[in-house]
């Protein structure tokens, strides 16, 4: 690793056309496990290295104004110097052309001291995964009509040195760990099942048996379940399904997409758009600090630091996250990766939040991805539940759609919260009057 | 030593493989070796700013093993020969052989090459002269409408070369694949909307071209969609063109017969091999070798030929998808299907160019046939659910029709969701027309491989919301 980092640099430092560079080296070791049922598929096991470097060329416009432009180059370790130089020759064609504003690369700062490599991954990743493997096949027996479709475990270690010209001189090393489940379920006739996807830092973030147990009995409750009736009205949102909505803000509140003109949010004024606020009003934090956070890193791809950044606070827009080049654009302090996605506790219990029915309660979606440029969201709805009259029925199929301004404008969040590897925020909102299409 | 200019040696791989492919069958029933090499460039301009970037160099090899009833694989970025032999001998220490265990075909003995035509080779034209189409395009696409707030053009080219060597066979491929995207955001009155259009395919930068008919139709639809409305959610009459047609081919009878599916009991789709299930005028295929299709490849990654897979026949489902494994455990012929995403990912049974088969209805009488309901266009997003044969896509686009016409109203985002086969057997006309479209397919939310879907205009039933 050490090698073709030094390599990159003694290619890029000193070259005439380089007025500014950086050199990435990442060395990535993998572990997989993959189960079919409760047999094992496959094992596998990969290292691979690479060091990117970024060349940064001053240029000028062609009324002379001062332009910068830049471009990158991967060097593998097996790369020799013709190979690297021809890369470079490229690099540095392709900055030519890729000419824009001028900007400038971050020095040194001080990182933090940031919670990513978990020792009781890092030590024995293979037997890692076999025990946990043991731990879902355990919790599936137990579990009544319950039992393992599919499962994928892997654990990913990965060192990271920077240097750049300007004197950054830092080094990283984080570990995390994904799981992939299906639990099937089976009885009166009907089969269903549950998906689900977990990415933790630390092993001590993942009760297994207790998300088994969960996810188990989602899948019963899908069986027999038929698509929801037509409704306009309250809906509450809770656990992965709300991060999956939730992400939008992530774009919303994006330097890079102010900058190209592609978010509505504007500095000081309510991310709402028109709409009036009738509910808690949003606090939104993009935080790379958290510990044992997914997200979490104690500097960016520039070597912009970590931080915990304010973006939007009761309802107003406060900060854009951005990396140094955008944050130059739009004279806005650079708070590099957005890292993790964090909301405050809201005012009302999870309870008081289900209690006012008529309402549907959504679990799970098989897709949702709001459109990062309108707000707009349509997502079919994997998992849910009809409440009324003091019952809760299980639902399957169905579409929730909306859009995040107004939606954002109507929301009630919970109490309580829940830590979901790059989330840690209220584990459940609900929405005043969202629209439900079913049956 | 030869070598790409990827600086790969390929001769000296050639000439190693297969004697690396014995040592290790030594030691395990089967093996065989996958070296990879991708090289590429997206160059990006829009109004604030231009990017161009090369692709990430995905080189590297992965070693597989079968050991009679599992996969042992060994993924790295060694490809001189010598350091490969110390990583195969390393991997084999590890790797844990079941005794007795089913046996895996390596197929016939063969030695061959195989490379995408193309008509202007990327390499050929000068990056200048990449970089001056996009910007004139650019420009074009600015100077459409003064509503135009952003515009964006994106021109993506990559070369992938593989080699694969088993006990038996030696083969070698170059795949050229081009993406032409346009995108156009325009903004009036504090509403934004934006649409898009694209080209691409398995060629050269011969795809990379785009009519002047097609970037008015860019502008027309982008400037209607700033007063679309949302659709009230219920059933409708509709009409798919032929990238919503695709979409549904895809997610609803493409992964729901990967038939790794059906061995992790996933697949509702398991129970009905052999029974209708959709309308007779129903056909679709999965073909990696459709010429020019963006999803198209000569070899799968696990070595089996390409070739064409009836997935159903006039409404009766024939057969699935297969990487070697699920062929393997399931007893079934195998299908030209395991890929992956790179060599650091793992194979999957994966689909290549899946549509369904052209009919013989023009499509202006499929549009006049509807009273009411609404065409379907342009594919936002698509998931799929094999378990609950469940169909959920988002078109981008819906158009109102009332009496075999179109009123002018518009809809977006149009959410389709239903159960397969109670849509598929809802096809009521199939168009004479057809096209494909490519992109990017994931299984669930990773493992992502190029792929092309399409047919022809038809007829359905379905909800929306």
């Known amino acids: 690793m050490e090698r073709v980092h030094q390599q990159a640099i003694a290619l890029v430092q000193g070259h005439r056309d380089v007025q500014d560079w950086s050199v990435r080296t990442v060395r990535r070791r993998s572990f997989e496990l993959y189960l079919v049922r409760d047999a094992v598929e496959s094992r596998r096991t990969v290292e691979t290295v690479r060091a990117i470097a970024e060349v940064h060329r001053d240029l000028r416009g062609p009324g002379g104004e001062p332009q910068r432009g830049f471009s990158s180059l991967t060097l593998l370790p097996e790369d020799g110097l013709s190979a690297a130089r021809a890369k470079l020759d490229q690099a540095l064609f392709a900055a030519e052309l890729a000419a824009n504003p001028p900007y400038t690369l971050p020095g040194p700062a001080p990182y933090p001291e940031v919670e990513v490599w978990d020792p009781a991954l890092t030590e024995h990743p293979q037997e890692v995964l076999e025990d946990l493997a043991g731990q879902m096949l355990a919790q599936l027996a137990r579990e009544p009509h319950a039992g393992p479709s599919s499962a994928e475990f892997s654990i990913h270690l990965t060192e990271t040195h920077l240097t750049n010209s ?33 990415r933790r830092r630390a092993l001590k973030d993942l009760d297994l048996p207790a998300e088994v147990a969960r996810f188990a009995a989602l899948a019963r409750d899908s069986l027999g379940a038929k698509p929801p009736p037509t409704r306009r009205g309250p809906v509450v949102v809770s656990g992965q399904a709300l991060v999956d909505l939730l992400a939008y803000l992530r774009h919303a509140s994006s330097g890079a997409m102010k900058y190209q003109h592609l978010t509505r949010w504007e500095l000081g004024q309510p991310v709402y758009g028109s709409h009036p606020l009738q509910g808690d009003p949003l606090t939104l934090v993009a935080d790379a600090t958290l510990p044992w956070g997914v997200g979490t890193v104690p500097f960016d791809e520039d070597g912009v630091p970590g931080q915990r950044t304010l973006l939007v606070e009761g309802g107003i827009c406060r900060q854009f996250w951005a990396d140094d080049r955008y944050a130059q654009y739009l004279g806005l302090p650079a708070t590099g990766a957005f890292g993790n996605l964090c909301l405050p506790a809201g005012t009302v219990p999870l309870a008081d939040l289900l209690g006012e029915g008529p309402l549907f309660h959504i679990v799970s979606f098989a897709s949702m991805d709001p459109d990062p440029i309108t707000g707009e969201f349509v997502g079919e709805i994997r998992l849910g539940y009809d409440v009324r009259d003091g019952t809760a029925r299980p639902f399957k199929g169905g579409a929730l759609s909306g859009d995040m301004e107004s939606a954002l404008a109507q929301v009630r969040f919970s109490r309580e919260l829940a830590f979901l590897g790059h989330y840690h925020g209220p584990v459940a909102a609900r929405f005043g009057e969202l629209a439900v299409g079913g049956d | 030593m030869r070598q790409g200019q990827d600086g790969v040696d390929w001769g000296a791989l050639k000439a190693h493989l297969p004697d690396i492919v014995a040592e290790m069958e030594r030691h395990v029933p089967y093996a065989s070796i996958l070296v990879t090499s991708s090289e590429g460039l997206t160059l990006r301009i829009n109004h604030r700013e231009r990017q161009v ?413």
């Open chain 1, 166 to 198: 300007q004197g950054v001189e830092a080094r990283a090393q984080d570990a995390e760990l994904f799981a992939e489940l299906v639990i099937l379920s089976a009885g009166g006739g009907d089969e269903s099942e549950f998906y689900a996807a977990l």
């Open chain 2, 53 to 465: 970037e090369p692709a990430d160099p995905r080189q590297g090899a992965v070693l597989t093993a079968w050991c009679g009833d599992h996969m042992e694989e060994w993924a790295t970025t060694a490809l001189d020969p010598d350091r490969l032999w110390r990583e195969a001998r390393e991997f084999l220490r590890s790797v844990r052989v079941a005794p007795g265990g089913l046996q895996v075909d390596p197929g016939e003995p063969l030695v061959a090459e195989f490379a995408t035509p193309v008509q202007i080779d990327p390499r050929t034209v000068p990056l200048r002269d990449k970089f001056a189409q996009c910007q004139e395009e650019h420009a074009r696409l600015a100077a459409l409408d003064r509503r135009v707030l952003n515009a964006e053009v994106r021109l993506l080219e990559s070369r992938e070369r593989k080699l694969f060597a088993n006990r038996y066979r030696l083969l070698s491929q170059e795949i050229s694949r081009i993406r032409y995207f346009l995108l156009l955001v325009v903004h009036e009155g504090g509403e934004t909307a934006y649409h898009w259009h694209t080209r691409d395919g398995t060629g050269g930068l011969e795809i990379a071209r785009v009519s002047e008919e097609k970037v008015a139709e860019l502008r027309d639809v982008a400037v209607a969609l700033l007063r679309a409305e949302r659709v009230e959610p219920g059933y409708y009459d509709c009409v798919a063109s032929p990238s919503v047609a695709g979409t549904i081919a895809h997610e609803a009878f493409g992964h729901g017969v990967e038939m790794d599916m059906f061995l992790k009991g996933r697949a509702r789709a398991a129970q009905y091999v052999g029974k209708q299930v959709a309308s007779p005028l129903v056909s679709i295929l999965d073909d990696p070798t459709v010429e020019g299709a963006y999803g198209s490849y000569f070899v799968d990654d696990e070595g089996h030929l390409a070739q064409p897979t009836y997935i159903i026949r006039q409404g009766i489902f024939e057969r699935g998808l297969t990487d070697l494994y699920s062929a393997t455990h399931l007893g079934v012929v195998r299908t030209a299907n395991g890929r992956r995403e790179a060599f650091t990912h793992k194979v999957y049974p994966r689909m290549s160019n899946t549509y369904f088969a052209r009919g013989e209805t023009p499509v202006e009488a499929i549009i006049q046939s509807v009273d009411r309901g609404i065409y379907l266009d342009h594919l936002s997003s698509g998931m799929e659910d094999p378990k609950n044969w469940g169909l959920q896509v988002t078109a981008h686009l819906g158009r109102e029709i009332v009496g075999g016409k179109f009123t002018g109203r518009l809809f977006s985002p149009v959410g389709i969701t239903g159960y397969v086969p109670d849509v598929l057997q809802s096809i009521s006309m199939v168009g004479d027309d057809f096209a494909l479209s490519g992109g990017w397919c994931g299984k669930g939310h990773k493992e992502w491989v190029p792929v092309s879907d399409g047919g022809p205009h038809f007829r359905f039933r379905a909800r929306l919301g």
